[in-house]
């Protein structure tokens, strides 16, 4: 059974960092693109980024609202997917969710419950 | 970037009809669109991608259609479960974009 289980977050002032992690379990990490997906609270989905395999040198993509403050990274040996976040705005408060495609560059399929980060002083 | 705008925002049906939401790009995707429900306090779930492939254990009251720009998910009769929000997320380039959601509300 594919299990995505996200931790790291919670409450960080403005201007701040927090590096979330999703472990896994229940299918070959090291084949599959990995993504992040966040929802504000009461708003709709937002796709943050996705990070590729190996097979595919682990290239990276990011919206625009978080390139160049986020970075998305992946640790094969751990079966983890890491979030950093930088200079976080109030606008990044959000429930951030670690997501999985099964299926190559195609929709993430299976998802993690979510982590809480809340970016307000 | 290309933009996904679904209609309508909400709506409300009783148990037994039958929905149609529909989700337009801003340009042509060809196929590379999926659809998803979620539920209060839940994460997403896949119902369908490629437009109009069923995901594995979703039931057949869900299909999709379209192509292009223009695509539509139909719930043939709605049950109580059904209600949720619904989105629809395209995957041709980067950065993927999802639409702002639809609302299926008890009468």
């Known amino acids: 059974e594919v299990q995505l289980v996200e931790s790291g977050g919670g409450l960080v002032q403005p201007g701040g960092s927090l590096r979330l992690s999703c472990a896994t379990s229940?299918?070959?990490?090291?084949?599959?693109?990995m993504d992040w997906v966040r929802q504000a609270p009461g708003k709709g989905l937002e796709w943050v980024g996705r990070?590729?395999?190996?097979?595919?040198?682990?290239?990276?993509f990011y919206s625009a609202s978080v390139r160049g403050r986020f970075t998305i990274s992946r640790d094969d040996s751990q079966n983890s997917l890491f979030l950093q976040m930088n200079s976080l705005e109030t606008e990044d408060t959000a429930v951030y969710y670690c997501?999985?495609?099964?299926?190559?560059?195609?929709?993430?399929?299976?998802w993690g419950q979510g982590t809480l980060v809340t970016v307000s002083s | 970037d290309i933009q996904l705008t679904q209609s309508p925002s909400s709506l409300s049906a009783s148990v037994g009809d039958r929905v149609t939401i529909t989700c337009r790009a801003s340009?042509?995707?060809?196929?590379?669109l999926a659809w998803f429900q979620q539920k209060p306090g839940r994460a997403p779930k896949s119902l369908i991608y490629?437009?109009?492939s069923l995901q594995n254990g979703v039931p057949s009251k869900f299909s999709g259609s379209g192509s292009g720009t223009d695509f539509t998910l139909t719930i043939s009769s709605l049950q109580p479960e059904d209600f949720a929000t619904y989105y629809c997320?395209?995957?041709?380039?980067?950065?993927?974009?999802f639409g702002g959601g639809t609302e299926v509300e008890l009468k």
């Open positions: 997320q395209h995957y041709t380039d980067y950065p993927f974009t």
């Open positions: 340009q042509g995707i060809g196929y590379a």
């Open positions: 490629a437009a109009s």
């Open positions: 990070i590729a395999p190996r097979s595919n040198s682990y290239t990276t």
């Open positions: 229940g299918f070959t990490f090291n084949d599959h693109f």
């Open positions: 997501a999985m495609s099964p299926r190559g560059r195609g929709p993430c399929e299976h």
